[in-house]
């Protein structure tokens, strides 16, 4: 009989501990100052390094700035990006042994005073994942790192409700195989998003209880919106971030009051909208004002909103979900589409 090696099971994960973003330089005032306008909070310092901390609910988000080390590392290769992501589990060393024995590569850095070992494996196109545990210390991660600096309060975002990451087609398997064979994750079915230049294949792996979900968008030809995002970053992972709140129509009033932008779109969307689902007319001039996109389905319903791209394709995506509702918007993501492909066009007229 063949033996196996015995190692740790599958991991739980309660969610995501923080996302970290590598910039410089006039970029990254320009997305601190993004991140202010959706009612982020700038709460601390990092003690050695030239990053910040913002936080609003249970979101995360580090800005680092530094000029050596892995951020600084992937600032060069791809400007602006989500350099480390940062997962929570019930044990950070079962997880790290569990990875090492499926075949991931470890990642370390040299340590500073007032720094935490926190087990770390290489992620997609050069980014880290580190998994935080409650062990050694690292359930006051945040404490010892940073010097706190502000509250925070927030215009009503809550948690990061999904991660969507954009590959090549042909990396799909290895990736939905790291979540899955790493952590407590299933994956759904294989969907093909329909983007005007080509099709673009979508597979979701998330917990049983949605607290970490990842969508996988794997782009084959460059010229779908996903395959410029890679083409364009040399192959970066996270192409936009959704985010969580209760109030869709509040907190985005709250956050465009604070110069945010939100994506426009076509008022055939509206049309189309009405003729699928008996939504009351008051909701979908409110819907069409904030440029609010819906969806439902047997479990429950689902209001989501795009903000325009930030530099280097990044953007973000505010969501509230209804009742039990299990999907991504995935009617919608055409629409979407192009919408931002609009955009780009006009961006890449020739000025006369």
Same mark, same amino acid.
């Given at each position: 009989?063949?033996?196996? =090696?015995?190692?740790?099971?599958?991991?739980?994960?309660?969610?995501?501990?923080?996302?970290?973003?590598?910039?410089? !330089?006039?970029?990254?005032?320009?997305? !601190?100052?993004?991140?202010?306008?959706?009612?982020?909070?700038?709460?601390?310092?990092?003690? +050695?390094?030239?990053?910040?901390?913002?936080?609003?609910?249970?979101?995360?988000?580090?800005?680092?700035?530094?000029?050596?080390?892995?951020?600084?590392?992937?600032?060069?290769?791809?400007?602006?990006?989500?350099?480390?992501?940062?997962?929570?589990?019930?044990?950070?060393?079962?997880?790290?042994?569990?990875?090492?024995?499926? #075949? +991931?590569?470890?990642?370390?850095?040299?340590?500073?005073?007032?720094?935490?070992?926190?087990?770390?494996?290489?992620?997609?196109?050069?980014?880290?994942?580190?998994?935080?545990?409650?062990?050694?210390?690292?359930?006051?991660?945040?404490?010892?790192?940073?010097?706190?600096?502000?509250?925070?309060?927030?215009?009503?975002?809550?948690?990061?409700?999904?991660?969507?990451?954009?590959?090549?087609?042909?990396?799909?398997?290895?990736?939905?195989?790291?979540?899955?064979?790493?952590?407590?994750?299933?994956?759904?079915?294989?969907?093909?998003?329909?983007?005007?230049?080509?099709?673009?294949?979508?597979?979701?792996?998330?917990?049983?209880?949605?607290?970490?979900?990842?969508?996988?968008?794997?782009?084959?030809?460059?010229?779908?919106?996903?395959?410029?995002?890679?083409?364009?970053?040399?192959?970066?992972?996270?192409?936009?971030?959704?985010?969580?709140?209760?109030?869709?129509?509040?907190?985005?009033?709250?956050?465009?009051?604070?110069?945010?932008?939100?994506?426009?779109?076509?008022? +055939?969307?509206?049309?189309?909208?009405?003729?699928?689902?008996?939504?009351?007319?008051?909701?979908?001039?409110?819907?069409?004002?904030?440029?609010?996109?819906?969806?439902?389905?047997?479990? #429950?319903?689902?209001?989501?909103?795009?903000?325009?791209?930030?530099?280097? #394709?990044?953007?973000?995506?505010?969501?509230?979900?209804?009742?039990?509702?299990?999907?991504?918007?995935?009617? +919608?993501?055409?629409?979407?589409?192009?919408?931002?492909?609009?955009?780009?066009?006009?961006?890449?007229? =020739?000025?006369?």
């Amino acid at each position: 009989s063949l033996d196996l =090696p015995d190692f740790p099971r599958r991991s739980e994960t309660t969610g995501l501990s923080f996302i970290e973003f590598a910039s410089r !330089g006039e970029e990254a005032q320009r997305l !601190g100052a993004y991140l202010e306008s959706m009612g982020f909070s700038k709460i601390g310092k990092h003690k +050695n390094k030239a990053a910040d901390l913002y936080q609003q609910g249970d979101i995360r988000i580090v800005l680092n700035q530094e000029i050596s080390g892995h951020a600084a590392t992937q600032w060069n290769a791809r400007g602006t990006t989500v350099c480390d992501i940062g997962i929570e589990v019930a044990s950070a060393r079962d997880t790290l042994e569990r990875a090492a024995h499926l #075949g +991931n590569s470890s990642f370390n850095q040299p340590l500073e005073e007032d720094e935490l070992d926190i087990p770390a494996v290489r992620g997609l196109s050069g980014s880290v994942i580190h998994f935080v545990g409650n062990e050694n210390g690292m359930d006051r991660l945040w404490e010892t790192e940073f010097s706190q600096t502000a509250d925070h309060k927030g215009f009503g975002l809550r948690k990061i409700d999904h991660l969507a990451q954009t590959m090549s087609y042909d990396d799909m398997l290895s990736w939905s195989l790291f979540y899955t064979s790493l952590f407590e994750m299933k994956k759904s079915p294989m969907v093909d998003v329909f983007d005007p230049d080509g099709l673009v294949r979508s597979q979701v792996v998330e917990t049983a209880d949605g607290s970490l979900r990842v969508t996988l968008n794997g782009a084959d030809t460059h010229r779908t919106l996903a395959g410029s995002f890679l083409a364009e970053s040399f192959g970066a992972s996270v192409q936009h971030l959704a985010i969580a709140c209760d109030d869709i129509f509040t907190t985005l009033e709250k956050m465009m009051e604070h110069g945010f932008d939100t994506l426009t779109m076509p008022s +055939n969307y509206y049309d189309d909208l009405s003729a699928r689902f008996d939504l009351p007319t008051d909701l979908l001039d409110k819907m069409k004002r904030a440029n609010v996109l819906y969806d439902q389905d047997d479990g #429950g319903t689902f209001f989501q909103c795009y903000s325009k791209e930030f530099t280097g #394709g990044l953007f973000f995506e505010i969501v509230q979900r209804d009742g039990n509702y299990q999907g991504y918007g995935a009617p +919608n993501a055409p629409f979407r589409i192009a919408a931002q492909k609009r955009i780009k066009s006009i961006k890449g007229m =020739p000025k006369v």
